[in-house]
């Protein structure tokens, strides 16, 4: 299994925890798995393929225990992640911006717009926060709100002379000549989603946390990692895709996530949190598929077929978002 430390809800808000998201296997089905609360009020429902926990105002942070089986009931494996109930937004006294980093999960804009009104706007579902003193910053305005996100990049991109913080006259990577002339007042918050085109190394990374705390020490960020693609394929090009480059696909994106956890933990937890975009997204359900015909001689019964196994449908998206806001939540409080 693949789990985080640590997983956040706020008040009011539901945390779903997907078995396919957090087993390393081909077929997760093929394995029985259990849910216990082991630290805290037992809170939630499990019901096989999906763990649900509507968290209340006044619920207490709990510890959630993960137990893999074999169909001899077999241990396997057995992991926990600490849930922490976050309160409910405060509106920042004073204005802060916020500056959401990443590849084409950032440039396409369902995630950032909708971040950005459950933070800022009202009504809604989920009931947005009606937050005043946010400003979100960055250079592509496409579809209205602004961000770096750029299609196709990596972490290396935003550390080269291709990069949006690059200064042509230094050549260096420079956030504060970076604001001055795009006009932001400064840096506050940072989200941070790249590794689905390069599982970068940690020097790399490292490299571009470091250049963010040196131009602000006080800065604070959410880290996230990678989703898994799905057993259904459609990765977009020709060629043969079957279970065991899906399967190669999960081992590589499980051990990436747990890499940059260490990371964030070992050396930048004062700054960033590591929020796991993985074990909330249900991978099975919210990517994008078609319904086909199930063989060239029947085509009126129709299966599920991806058409694009990297990147999810709107609905996996708005997870990502929802993933994303209880984490940053923990900065507004």
């Given at each position: 299994m693949s789990l985080p430390e640590n997983l956040y809800i706020v008040e009011g808000n539901r945390l779903e925890i997907f078995k396919h998201s957090i087993i390393n296997a081909i077929n997760p089905d093929n394995y029985y798995l259990e849910a216990t609360i082991i630290n805290g009020e037992p809170k939630g429902y499990f019901y096989d393929r999906v763990y649900i926990y509507d968290a209340q105002i006044g619920d207490a942070d709990m510890t959630i225990q993960f137990t893999i089986k074999n169909d001899k009931l077999e241990i396997i494996d057995t992991q926990k992640s600490i849930i922490h109930v976050v309160e409910k937004a405060s509106n920042p006294l004073a204005n802060k911006t916020v500056l959401l980093i990443g590849d084409s999960f950032t440039q396409t804009d369902v995630y950032p717009n909708e971040l950005s009104r459950r933070l800022k706007e009202t009504g809604g579902l989920p009931i947005a926060d009606e937050l005043e003193n946010l400003t979100f910053i960055g250079t592509n305005n496409f579809d209205g709100l602004p961000r770096e996100g750029w299609s196709g990049k990596s972490w290396s991109h935003f550390l080269s002379n291709k990069s949006p913080f690059y200064n042509p006259k230094t050549k260096q990577i420079d956030f504060e000549n970076y604001c001055k002339v795009n006009g932001y007042k400064g840096i506050d918050y940072v989200v941070i989603l790249l590794g689905t085109n390069d599982f970068s190394n940690n020097t790399i990374i490292s490299s571009l946390f470091n250049k963010l705390i040196s131009y602000n020490p006080n800065i604070k960020g959410i880290v996230t990692g990678v989703i898994t693609p799905t057993p259904f394929g459609g990765a977009g090009s020709e060629g043969i895709h079957t279970n065991q480059t899906y399967f190669k696909g999960v081992v590589n994106s499980l051990a990436y996530n747990r890499k940059l956890?260490?990371?964030?933990?070992?050396?930048?937890?004062?700054?960033?949190?590591?929020?796991?975009?993985?074990?909330?997204l249900d991978t099975?359900?919210?990517m994008q598929f078609a319904k086909v015909p199930?063989?060239?001689?029947?085509?009126?019964?129709?299966?599920?077929?991806?058409?694009n196994n990297v990147h999810p449908a709107k609905a996996g998206y708005l997870q990502i978002a929802d993933i994303i806001y209880n984490a940053f939540v923990t900065f507004l409080q």
């Open positions: 956890e260490t990371l964030v933990k070992n050396n930048y937890k004062a700054t960033f949190v590591f929020a796991d975009i993985l074990p909330s099975q359900n919210n199930s063989s060239f001689r029947n085509q009126t019964t129709l299966v599920k077929q991806g058409t």
